[in-house]
């Protein structure tokens, strides 16, 4: 051990290594820069890689199909219009096979199978019915109409009245030698109270007489009336009379059926009840005052799956096609070849082929400033003339005005988005100014921009909508100044907090120390901190923007059909989400999908946004660079 009084002697020591050269130690990974970082984090959360992909999908979708497809957006066809979606294979399974339900259709009595018990719905090819669908059932009624069958019908009498009194429509013959009787089935008396007396009068008229009593009934049931034991004569042709009588207005009679019987028939020789029954008149020339109504009567209804997509593109008869369309269509048709009609010289018929597949007739001819106009009575295959080979898919259906839903919606799509990203960018840079000028030099100058902000934004929306509709009237720019009045309020607050945040760092001290100017220090050492948060509030502003222009354009303020806007020298359709939105909602029971599928795209659009800003979020902290 060495003695710590000894000095240490150089000699004591040697170098290690001296004759060697030492390197630093070389890297084996390359440098990442903040981009590159960023974009490693964002992909590292799968579900917001998902719907960023679902995202472009979309924005991809509302620049292509527009340009690519040939279905019609533009033109009003009113033979397509609400035409159910109709999808291919899934169709074999049922699924969007183009058929609609139909519910609550008024049934043809004369159309009822006496095997099945079925009728068919009125006005309504069968060969569109899926017969295997088809349900008959019946649902109560009180119109006086043909098709409602049974059910009673009810003499009332009016206050402070005490008899009323009914006439046949038709007139009834009567005659002593066929033993002619009349048979009247009264349901029921209605008595307000026991004692209450109510009676059925029922006349007849003799000749060119007055009106003769022939019967009187008091009870319910099935009353029969010999005529002839009151009237004086052989035979009658009259009309029947039957008049209520009761010491109570509120009192009432119930009457089911009036019929005639004679000895040459088995059955009746007139039969009134349901219908016929509630076609009886009110006597308004015997001085009593009541009401004849109908009750319990039965509609016979029908339901059933109707094959709209061959309805809409089958043969179409007795359309008038003016001449010059006409002769366009044989022009551009080689296939149409003039085939004689035996059965109508006037007309005649084209080969398999052509849209048009007959001519009835040519119509008279008006001549207008020394021009002869004139038109033909044709038969067309409607697939043909569209420019269809075979039967369309509309896949998401069509709209009221015969466009394809599909189209539309992905128009206006693009409408919405470019709307968003407009009004966003416009929003985005001016919340980012503003706010970095309240929250980077605070004080006086916070104070006064935050008043202004606070005044902008407590004007209710409902005002702001209003005063710009009325001033500038609805449309494009309206509905972007009406975004962007408070649309920023959000983004500078955000931008404002941040920079409280971030501003009295030490490298921001440090940085100030060394002499750094005012606009160093907010996009060199501020900003780029505070960035996340930011691009996180301001991807969602694009969403909140459609979503806000989607609730105008329902509420018939913004943009609609016949609309149009240019951007960057590009004419765009005015329809969007929120116009859509508002076509469908008043057929939102019979023609959901109208409502369902634009609903389903802004709604997919939400959410994508959101977790595509919070991916954004995550990928430009610098708090988390490097971390995995």
């Known amino acids: ?10 000699s004591m020591f040697e170098f290690v290594q001296a004759e060697k050269k030492i390197f630093d130690k070389k890297f084996e990974t390359k440098p990442i820069g903040y981009f590159k970082d960023a974009m490693i984090r964002f992909s590292k959360n799968r579900t917001n890689v998902v719907a960023t992909i679902i995202l472009f999908i979309i924005i991809g979708l509302s ?25 291919p294979v899934l169709e074999n399974w049922g699924i969007f096979d183009g058929t609609i339900e139909r519910r609550d259709q008024q049934v043809d009595l004369s159309t009822i199978n006496p095997e099945t018990g079925l009728g068919l719905p009125l006005g309504i090819d069968e060969s569109l019915i899926e017969m295997d669908t088809l349900e008959n059932y019946f649902v109560g009624c009180t119109d006086k109409i043909a098709v409602c069958q049974n059910g009673e019908n009810v003499i009332n009498l009016d206050n402070n009245s005490e008899h009323v ?3 046949s429509v038709d007139y009834v013959t009567l005659m002593n030698a066929n033993e ?7 349901d029921s008396f209605y008595r307000e109270n026991a004692d209450d007396t109510a009676s059925i009068n029922v006349y007849a008229v003799a000749g060119f007489g007055p009106y003769v009593l022939i019967g009187t009934i ?12 009151t009237m004086a004569v052989a035979f009658t042709y009259t009309r029947l009379k039957i008049e209520f009588v009761s010491d109570n207005p509120n009192n009432a009679a119930v009457l089911k059926s009036v019929e005639v019987y004679d000895k040459t028939s088995e059955d009746p020789v007139y039969s009134a009840s349901g219908y016929m029954l509630s076609q009886y008149t009110i006597d308004a020339t015997d001085g009593g005052a009541g009401s004849y109504v109908r009750q319990n009567g039965q509609l016979l209804l029908a339901s059933y799956r109707y094959r709209a997509y061959e309805a809409a593109f089958g043969i179409k008869t007795e359309l008038a096609f003016p001449s010059a369309e006409y002769e366009a269509i044989i022009a551009a048709n080689p296939d149409c070849v003039k085939i004689a009609n035996p059965d109508n010289p006037a007309g005649w018929y084209f080969a398999d082929g052509c849209p048009i597949t007959e001519v009835i007739k040519k119509n008279e001819s008006v001549w207008v400033a020394g021009v002869e106009y004139y038109s033909y009575q044709v038969t067309i295959d409607y697939a043909l003339y569209r420019g269809y080979d075979s039967m369309p898919y509309f896949i998401f259906g069509t709209s009221a005005a015969g466009k394809d839903l ?27 100014v503003y706010g970095a000028i309240e929250g980077y030099y605070g004080g006086k100058v916070d104070i006064i921009m935050e008043r202004f902000t606070e005044i902008v934004g407590r004007i209710p929306w409902l005002v702001t909508l209003s005063i710009a ?22 983004v500078a607050g955000i931008t404002r907090t941040q920079f409280y945040r971030y501003k009295g760092r030490e490298y921001v001290l440090a940085s100030r120390t060394l002499g750094a100017k005012d606009g160093r220090l907010i996009f060199r050492h501020i900003l780029p901190n505070a960035i996340g948060t930011i691009i996180t509030t301001s991807i969602l502003t694009i969403p909140y ?3 806000s222009e989607s609730t105008i354009s329902y509420l018939g303020f913004g943009i609609g059909h016949g609309s149009e806007f240019r951007i960057f020298g590009v004419t765009l359709s005015g329809v969007s989400l929120g116009v859509l939105l508002s076509d469908g909602r008043n057929q939102l029971m019979n023609n959901p999908y109208l409502t369902m599928f634009p609903a389903v795209i802004i709604s997919i659009l939400m959410i994508t946004f959101n977790m595509f800003g919070n991916a954004l979020r995550d990928a430009f902290n610098p708090a988390l660079r490097g971390s995995e």
């Open 1 to 10: 051990m060495i003695d710590k009084k000894e000095r240490l002697d150089s």
């Open 63 to 87: 620049v292509f199909v527009p340009i690519f497809s040939n279905k019609n957006a533009e033109v009003l066809e009113e033979q397509l219009a609400y035409l159910p979606p109709r999808v």
């Open 165 to 167: 009194a009914i006439l």
């Open 180 to 186: 002619s009787v009349i048979k009247i089935d009264l």
């Open 218 to 229: 008091t009870e319910p049931g099935v009353t029969t009336i010999d005529p002839f034991e």
């Open 406 to 432: 599909f189209k539309l919606v992905w128009i206006a799509t693009r409408t919405s988005l470019l709307i968003g990203l407009i009004v966003a960018a416009i929003n985005i840079s001016v919340g980012i």
């Open 469 to 490: 509709v009325s001033l500038l009237g609805p449309g494009i720019h309206t509905l972007i100044i009406i975004l962007i009045i408070s649309g920023w309020i959000g």
């Open 545 to 547: 923007v459609i979503f």
